[in-house]
């Protein structure tokens, strides 16, 4: 008999929201500033009680921005003209070194979906690299078969990442235009495949900016809310990244204020006490300083999204593509060529501003995740 997955459950046209999401929905309607701070409150003390005075440090490594998908939001969408490479295994060693030598023992390891460059065993590979300097090991790759998957946890692995950018089916449609992430419920069941595979940390998210923003927040409480009964065994976080500037130009249809975007945050908190929430470098220094005590346990710093950021690229694996053929390399003298970003940050503070900023508001930076011998203990690291 088919096990029973998430996408069975969304497509049930006769499903009613539980009293968790209906109680989710009222926190996200329009409220006034009394309401407002009164969220703000009640999201700052859950954090607290749950996760006391800290905050998880980490860093997204990129390995590769070729893809085979065509995304019409995506800075590596396979018909952009840009510029693209894959990490060897020692220049992914190199960049992680060079992280962890700036404090940071986390790291989520990112590449687009083309599998001639990006195939399991190259991921197997950069894992067991890393393995040993690199405590927590997180992955944010193309979909896969649990099958496929049970070989990098075994190498390492604890984190599956994976975002289903739009809970519309019909927008999800329209945005992915070819390639293996148009099937929507292949990439929904993901999270399962990865928690059947023994992933001990899931993330899930939407793309803000692709959909109405009530609309996707209420999928997506219905999604965790799913997740939190059925792989109740893994730790489960949810990320909220909000559309920024990348190659392809695309324009957010339903941009999200800043003041809504808070008081997401403080409902999914207040729905969901003890989930992580990720902030990442796409929004600006002031939002994410006033959101760090108010809901958010992970967060990104001096982030670069695209292969070879952090220490330069090899230009031998450099190369220039345009719909998916590789064209001519043209450099002008004195042009530094890099691979092209995924979008463009926001907070471009180093990791040791952002760990200073955090102390200063009473908050402790945790350079790690969980302890493999200790479960879900934190050791706390400072920046060397």
């Not at 999201?43 to 998880?56: D, K, V």
């Not at 108010?294 to 694996?317: C, F, N, Q, R, W």
């Not at 064209?327 to 979008?343: H, R, V």
């Amino acid at each position: 008999m088919k096990k029973q997955r998430f996408s069975d459950y969304f497509r049930n046209e006769k499903r009613t929201e539980t009293s968790l999401i209906q109680r989710f929905i009222s926190l996200i309607a329009p409220c006034s500033d009394t309401e407002f701070e009164a969220m703000a409150q009640e999201s700052h003390r859950l954090t607290r009680q749950h996760f006391g005075n800290t905050m998880r440090l980490f860093a997204p490594l990129y390995l590769s921005n070729e893809c085979v998908n065509i995304c019409k939001y995506c800075g590596f969408s396979r018909d952009n003209p840009i510029l693209r490479t894959t990490l060897e295994v020692k220049k992914v060693d190199q960049e992680a070194q060079h992280l962890a030598a700036l404090g940071f023992r986390n790291l989520l390891l990112v590449a687009g979906e083309h599998p001639k460059f990006v195939s399991d065993r190259y991921l197997e590979e950069c894992i067991v690299q890393l393995r040993s300097s690199i405590s927590s090991i997180s992955l944010e790759i193309g979909p896969m078969e649990t099958e496929q998957y049970l070989p990098l946890v075994q190498a390492g692995a604890e984190g599956l990442v994976v975002y289903q950018e739009t809970y519309q089916r019909e927008i999800y449609q329209e945005m992915h235009l070819s390639g293996p992430k148009r099937d929507f419920d292949w990439r929904l069941d993901c999270p399962e495949r990865a928690y059947d595979a023994g992933f001990k940390r899931i993330g899930i998210g939407a793309l803000m900016g692709l959909a109405p923003w009530q609309e996707e927040a209420i999928n997506l409480a219905t999604h965790a809310e799913y997740l939190l009964k059925t792989c109740w065994k893994s730790f489960l976080t949810i990320s909220l990244p909000r559309l920024r500037p990348a190659a392809g130009e695309f324009e957010p249809r339903f941009p999200i204020s800043d003041r809504e975007y808070v008081q997401l945050i403080c409902a999914l908190r207040i729905t969901f006490p003890q989930i992580g929430l990720v902030l990442s470098t796409r929004e600006p220094v002031a939002l994410r300083n006033g959101l760090f005590p108010l809901g958010i346990t992970h967060i990104s710093a001096g982030s670069h999204t695209e292969p070879g950021g952090y220490t330069g690229v090899e230009k031998t694996t450099l190369h220039h593509t345009e719909k998916g053929i590789i064209k001519p390399l043209i450099q002008i003298e004195g042009e530094d060529l890099q691979a092209t970003e995924q979008f463009q940050i926001a907070d471009e503070r180093t990791p040791a501003e952002v760990s200073a900023l955090l102390r200063s508001i009473g908050l402790e930076p945790v350079w790690k995740d969980w302890e493999e011998c200790l479960g879900h203990s934190e050791e706390l690291l400072t920046v060397p």
